[in-house]
Structures are given as C-alpha cells and as structure tokens.
C-alpha cells in the first residue's frame, strides 16, 4: 500500500499560508462603503431547460445534462441528453442555481443546464470582471437576499430574488485585487480538495483489496480471508423508510424536533451521518417512523447505493432503507464499509427506468462476505484509521473555508481596502 504523501502535501500547505499571509499584509481597515447598484444592469440569467426524460440516458450520447444536485449536492452521477430543447454553458461560464438550493454559484462546469440553473452572462465585461461577480453572489448580504426572497417548503425557488439583488461596484482594478486575494485563498481550498480525494482513492485501493482477499494486515501479519458469502437478508433485517403523506412537500408536517434524514444526508456523510437538514413534528412522525442510532442506510432512488451509519434516532423516507445486521454475523461499521465498497456496482445494476430505482428485493439478494468477526473488526478498524486521516484533511479545508468567508464577507462590505500593490 502507498504510503501518506504528507511531507510533499505538508510543503505545499506551507507555501499557500506564506502566500495569504503576503495577500493579507496588502490590505488595511477602512470602514466608508461602497454604493450597491442592482445586479440585473450588469446581468442577465439565462434560464436552463428540462430536455425530457425520454432524451436522458448515461451511456455518454449527446450532452452531459447538469442538475442542480450535480452542482449543490455533489452527487457524482452523470446523465447526458440527446434533445435539441437545451441550453448550454461552457467551463469559463458562471452558474446560479435558484430552485432547489437557492444560491450556490460556480463555474468550471460544461454541458446543458436544467431550468433550475441560470447561465450568468455580464453585459459590460469591461466594466465588471467575470470573477468579481462569482464572489460577490457568495457574500453574505447577496445570498441573504436570495434566501428572504425564496419561496416553497422543500424546495425552495428563488427566481423573483434577482429583482431585489444589489451589488457594490469597486473601480476595475480594485476588482482585479479583491480577485487576486480570494483566489489565493481558494487555491488552498482546492489544494486540499486534493489531498482529501487521493487519500479516498487510496481507501477505494484498500477496499477492493480486501474484499478480494488480497489483504495482509503489516502489524499482525494475519491473512484475512473471506470464510463465505451470504445473501443480505439472511444476515441482516432490511426495512423501507416511510412517509406516508402525499405530497411530501406539504408544510404542516415539518419543523418539529425529530431528525429526518434524507438523500443527501447520506451522500455527503463519508460514512456516518453526524447532522441534519430537515425535522418533522408529531404530525409528521405519525405518517413517518423512528430508525434508532446505528441503523446502516442505503439511499435506493435516483442516487443508487450510498451507505452510511446514523448517529442518532431519525426518521427517513421511503427513498431510503434502513438495515440493521445481524450481531452473531455482521459487523455494523464492517457492513457499512462493504456496503460503501460496492455502491458502483449497485448503481450499475440497477434497472433503468425513467430514473433508476433499486428496492428491498434488490438488497435482499446481494451477496455479502463473511469473516470471523474479529476480523470484521480489524477491517473496520484498519478503514477507520484512513477516514481518521480524511476528516484531519476536512478540517484543514473548512479552515481554508472559513478564512475565505471571513476576507470574503469583509472586502465586499469595504471593512477592507486593498492598497496598492
């Protein structure tokens, strides 16, 4: 197995700090503000399209079609459209999602875009920069007036906030050095995007090396082997989430203090689900059900086969399948890595419908490897060890984050002005 590249990635970490801190001895405080102009005579938002299910299909024909959860929610899976009803963007492009999750802007994404997203195009290019206005949207005066103008319950749509949307408008090349500061910031971000994405490669190695028997643990020599395999539903009870109601979105069901997990809860939790977006009130439980802590989850719609543990009682929905192993057999946290391992697979074998589906009948049957527990044990402990390393580089990042929220928020209020360089 590889080992940790920690000196050359600890180098580079260095680098980037010498560099924010050079970017931070440039600017100095001034409290007078800028005036703020609507955005809407800067730019215009072009409205992406539904091209149709019928024209979607994930073999790669036609376009890459993009999703607001493709953009919001991070979910890797990606359908293409062969319809000529589409709206296109290119990497250099900025995107604005108003429906969904009102608010998240990016670039560097190609492709068509659905009706949720909008294509920002700036009307005087030589008046403002392209990447001023990336930044800007995320302040926090910006993305508070998206969400005071949003409307709906779970999903939001914030279409009507553009109106209400103003901006400030620093001289050019104060642009260009607000620019410079907050990509250098992101560049330590992005950075350890990195480092987080290749200790996840090495992880996925160490999987499919275990799960084939190909594993030898160094400290206790031991050659762990697969002692058989057994189908799902013998060595574990597999139960559907629930909520009952139609349609789902209707409000008097929300807003108690009963966690209520959802899709993507599970695809952004790395293996265990620590939060929660959405809660439920006694009305809401009545059409739902509690799943206890250390229930494994599997999401089984749309986002095929990613698992996680939760780390507390909750509710979740049908979409969703809670399966608690059998202790004589099965490891918890060992079950939920296998599971993890074989989300590809599943995803590939789902049947493909409009959108694809998998459901308990699919789990029952999936074939699960059996070691001695102990063994089980030592492989969740040995996986562990490797996420351990993922979080420390996660916090490293949300650092980064936050930094770049702070010089953020304060450059566009003008608490901060840059001098000359």
């Known amino acids: 197995?590889?080992?940790?590249?920690?000196?050359?990635?600890?180098?580079?970490?260095?680098?980037?700090?010498?560099?924010?801190?050079?970017?931070?001895?440039?600017?100095?405080?001034?409290?007078?503000?800028?005036?703020?102009?609507?955005?809407?005579?800067?730019?215009?938002?072009?409205?992406?399209?539904?091209?149709?299910?019928?024209?979607?299909?994930?073999?790669?024909?036609?376009?890459?079609?993009?999703?607001?959860?493709?953009?919001?929610?991070?979910?890797?899976?990606?359908?293409?459209?062969?319809?000529?009803?589409?709206?296109?963007?290119?990497?250099?492009?900025?995107?604005?999602?108003?429906?969904?999750?009102?608010?998240?802007?990016?670039?560097?994404?190609?492709?068509?875009?659905?009706?949720?997203?909008?294509?920002?195009?700036?009307?005087?290019?030589?008046?403002?920069?392209?990447?001023?206005?990336?930044?800007?949207?995320?302040?926090?005066?910006?993305?508070?007036?998206?969400?005071?103008?949003?409307?709906?319950?779970?999903?939001?749509?914030?279409?009507?906030?553009?109106?209400?949307?103003q901006i400030p408008l620093p001289s050019f090349p104060e642009q260009q050095k607000i620019v410079e500061v907050l990509d250098t910031i992101q560049e330590g971000v992005n950075v350890q995007d990195k480092i987080i994405e290749k200790i996840k490669e090495m992880k996925k190695s160490l999987l499919n090396e275990i799960f084939n028997s190909k594993f030898k643990n160094q400290k206790s020599k031991l050659q762990i082997k697969i002692q058989k395999w057994e189908k799902l539903e013998e060595v574990a009870k597999i139960e559907r989430g629930k909520f009952a109601h139609r349609p789902r979105n209707a409000p008097e069901y929300y807003g108690g203090d009963i966690p209520f997990i959802q899709t993507n809860d599970v695809t952004l939790s790395n293996g265990h689900i620590k939060k929660y977006n959405q809660t439920l009130n006694k009305k809401g439980l009545s059409v739902s059900r509690i799943f206890p802590r250390g229930t494994i989850v599997i999401t089984i719609a749309a986002n095929i086969g990613y698992s996680a543990i939760i780390d507390f009682d909750s509710a979740f929905p049908d979409s969703l399948v809670g399966i608690t192993p059998n202790k004589n057999e099965l490891d918890s946290e060992y079950l939920n890595y296998y599971?993890?391992?074989?989300?590809?697979?599943?995803?590939?074998?789902?049947?493909?419908?409009?959108?694809?589906?998998?459901?308990?009948?699919?789990?029952?049957?999936?074939?699960?490897?059996?070691?001695?527990?102990?063994e089980q044990r030592e492989i969740a402990e040995i996986l562990q060890t490797v996420d351990r390393k993922i979080e420390i580089e996660q916090k490293k990042k949300a650092l980064y984050e936050e930094l770049f929220k702070t010089m953020l928020n304060k450059l566009m209020n003008r608490e901060i002005k840059i001098t000359k360089i």
């Open 339 to 374: 599971l993890m391992s074989q989300q590809k697979k599943m995803d590939e074998e789902a049947p493909r419908g409009t959108q694809k589906n998998i459901n308990i009948q699919f789990l029952n049957k999936w074939l699960v490897p059996i070691f001695l527990l102990p």
């Open 1 to 165: 197995m590889s080992t940790w590249p920690t000196k050359k990635l600890g180098e580079t970490s260095v680098s980037l700090n010498s560099k924010i801190k050079m970017q931070k001895s440039r600017l100095q405080l001034k409290n007078k503000k800028w005036d703020y102009i609507p955005i809407l005579k800067y730019c215009d938002f072009e409205r992406g399209t539904e091209p149709g299910s019928a024209s979607y299909n994930r073999e790669g024909d036609g376009v890459p079609f993009i999703r607001v959860g493709n953009i919001a929610a991070q979910i890797q899976e990606q359908i293409y459209t062969v319809s000529k009803n589409i709206k296109l963007c290119k990497k250099d492009d900025l995107l604005l999602v108003l429906d969904g999750s009102p608010g998240v802007v990016v670039r560097g994404i190609e492709g068509a875009f659905s009706s949720g997203i909008r294509r920002i195009i700036i009307k005087n290019p030589g008046k403002i920069l392209k990447a001023f206005i990336l930044y800007v949207l995320q302040a926090n005066f910006v993305q508070n007036t998206i969400k005071e103008y949003s409307t709906g319950v779970t999903i939001k749509h914030a279409s009507k906030s553009l109106e209400y949307i």
